[in-house]
């Protein structure tokens, strides 16, 4: 490469809200976005909540002119409704699905059955290898009493643990999506902390759109004013963000949002807005050179968002573990009714009331019994992310205890020692 390299990256994400017979204006809407996409050229446009494989098809054929690679992520009953267009050729492809995505009884709110995930597209640019991803979280229903918190949390780290592992090969990290969490929320801060990703609206020099970067604004007629809670102003849920390796500089030179309407002033295409960056990367001068070193005050809010995260997940793991119990002591009560139906039925005594009750008892039993086995899976995830945490934690402890001049050896210069072994 030469010195003076620069590769121009123009980003698109929208989450699409495409849920068929329900999303308002569906047909419309996705006509116009893919209008807008072929208009402006984009090097790659990530899509969330393109529920519908029809849907990803027919803004395949309308954009293969401009966006000759793309690919569906297919998960769950539903499917992930993750989906990439790209100007330039996809060397590889791959998925993620979330260990934990809600809880299946919970009909109305459909997470469970998505199968929400994470994308991951590998593309080579002039030279440099470019990972991009693609993702969408667990929605927050209710803020004040978030009964998906632990999920949510669980699923940022995954997320955050899946970059960390699949990107020591590439000199470009891109993540784009509908993360549901604010910028201060625990899971956000969690995510950047570890994977160093940097977010494109606080970086750029140059940006336009809604108040304080918000991707749900009251002025969206699709958006429902309940919906925003003490928000009044807007929530920002949606996110760019990026990363280069040592010896390469990355920078955002806009971003910009719509603003309740498409960018020619129609109808949303969404009841998200779109978000539109261009990134700059090219050789690190001297003076952007990232330091390889970090003391322990930069180490510190790593450590600090990894006990918040431990003790949020083990909370979520203590309440699936009472949800467990309490449904094993239902189905234990179950049987001995079921038991006790038997004897009775068998003895002809009360035998046509035992015969009425038996199959509300079973159904008790059966129902208790999948209740128990989600319960236990469900802890058994969070199991797994607690340990994951409370290793990544003592790690980063042992390295405060050690110094400065071991905390890159031990913790932050992991990645790099990584990237130089495969290499």
């Not at 993620?96 to 590998?122: E, Q, R, S």
């Not at 809604?210 to 920002?236: A, D, W």
Request: glycine letters at 8%; one cysteine or more.
């Amino acid at each position: 490469m030469k010195p003076n390299f620069t590769l121009r990256l123009r980003v698109f994400n929208l989450n699409c809200w495409g849920i068929p017979f329900l999303s308002k204006h569906r047909a419309d809407r996705l006509k116009r976005l893919g209008d807008f996409l072929n208009m402006e050229s984009f090097d790659l446009a990530l899509l969330e909540e393109v529920w519908s494989e029809q849907d990803f098809q027919y803004l395949r054929q309308k954009l293969l002119p401009t966006y000759p690679a793309a690919h569906y992520f297919r998960s769950g009953i539903i499917g992930s409704g993750l989906c990439v267009f790209s100007k330039h050729p996809i060397q590889e492809f791959t998925q993620h699905v979330f260990t934990l995505n809600g809880y299946p009884y919970m009909i109305h709110h459909c997470d469970w059955f998505c199968g929400k995930a994470v994308g991951l597209l590998v593309l080579h640019l002039s030279g440099l290898v470019l990972n991009a991803y693609v993702t969408h979280l667990h929605a927050e229903y209710n803020r004040q009493k978030d009964i998906y918190l632990a999920h949510r949390v669980a699923q940022a780290w995954e997320l955050a643990q899946f970059i960390h592992h699949t990107s020591k090969k590439a000199d470009v990290v891109l993540l784009c999506g509908d993360l549901n969490l604010h910028p201060k929320d625990l899971g956000c801060r969690l995510l950047k902390e570890w994977t160093g990703l940097h977010d494109a609206y606080l970086e750029t020099r140059d940006f336009k759109g809604s108040e304080e970067g918000c991707t749900m604004v009251p002025k969206n007629c699709y958006v429902k004013h309940q919906e925003l809670g003490p928000f009044p102003l807007g929530i920002r849920i949606d996110y760019i963000l990026y990363k280069a390796v040592s010896g390469l500089y990355i920078s955002c030179k806009t971003f910009k949002t719509t603003t309740g309407h498409d960018p020619y002033s129609g109808p949303p295409f969404s009841d998200h807005e779109a978000l539109m960056a261009t990134l700059c990367v090219r050789h690190s001068p001297p003076q952007h050179n990232p330091s390889p070193t970090h003391g322990p005050a930069e180490s510190s809010p790593l450590t600090s968002v990894l006990r918040e995260a431990w003790a949020e997940v083990d909370q979520g793991m203590a309440q699936a573990h009472w949800w467990a119990t309490m449904a094993g002591y239902a189905v234990g009560l179950g049987l001995l009714l079921l038991a006790l139906l038997c004897a009775l039925a068998a003895g002809g005594w009360m035998r046509e009331a035992a015969l009425l009750l038996w199959t509300p008892n079973v159904g008790l039993v059966l129902g208790a019994g999948a209740f128990y086995l989600f319960h236990v899976q469900e802890a058994k995830g969070l199991c797994k992310t607690r340990a994951e945490l409370q290793h990544v934690l003592g790690r980063a402890r042992e390295a405060q205890d050690l110094g400065p001049e071991s905390q890159p050896a031990l913790l932050l210069g992991q990645q790099e020692r990584d990237r130089a072994e495969e290499q």
